[in-house]
């Protein structure tokens, strides 16, 4: 059965990615499988540029197909930030309730119709032998006024989704898997691991 590493630290994106790739006839390792491989640096300017990085570095040190993903919440009302900082954006190692509460903070007097923002997630493949592929998925909604919600993670219990009225920590992991922008982008993924 052909091993994949999922190029990710994070056990709740390892999961979501597990679930929603399930039924592919491969064995997903994570970077805890490899506890001695150096962390990648991630210093690319888009979510592409990281995904890319680390999907091609895990590949060669591994020996195995790696599939790593960058993501993060652009918000129209700061430019589109924080972007490729959004997991840092509070300081290195910030928790999420410390990105939430900055995000909220700069937006704190912005009206529910001017807080719109999406999530982006950028999927990268990549083989030992070099070659590698890219896909990207995207979930448009409004930031909250104050965060609501419990499942999820990261800016999950910020984000509105306005068919559904609620947060994205407020769905149900089944509706989450299945319209988040990581869903849209591993569903992309998952046509390009069935050929390798």
Do not use: W
Request: proline fraction near 4%; charged fraction near 30%.
């Amino acid at each position: 059965m052909t091993e994949v590493v999922l190029a990710t630290g994070n056990l709740h994106k390892a999961k979501e990615i597990k679930a929603i790739l399930n039924g592919l006839n491969l064995r997903f390792l994570t970077l805890q499988d490899f506890p001695n491989l150096p962390e990648t640096i991630e210093d690319g300017k888009t979510f592409k540029e990281n995904a890319v990085k680390k999907a091609k570095e895990i590949a060669r040190l591994t020996g195995k197909i790696a599939l790593a993903d960058d993501s993060g919440i652009e918000v129209e009302a700061l430019n589109n930030a924080p972007g490729v900082y959004s997991a840092r954006f509070a300081g290195e190692k910030a928790a999420d309730s410390a990105n939430n509460k900055k995000l909220i903070g700069l937006l704190k007097g912005i009206p529910l119709s001017k807080r719109k923002a999406r999530f982006v997630c950028v999927i990268a493949i990549a083989e030992p032998a070099g070659r590698n592929y890219t896909v990207e998925g995207e979930l448009k909604g409004v930031i909250a006024l104050r965060p609501a919600g419990k499942k999820g993670f990261g800016y999950d219990p910020l984000l509105i989704v306005p068919r559904y009225k609620k947060t994205v920590a407020q769905l149900s992991s089944e509706v989450k898997n299945r319209i988040s922008h990581r869903a849209k982008a591993l569903r992309k993924a998952k046509g390009i691991l069935k050929q390798l």
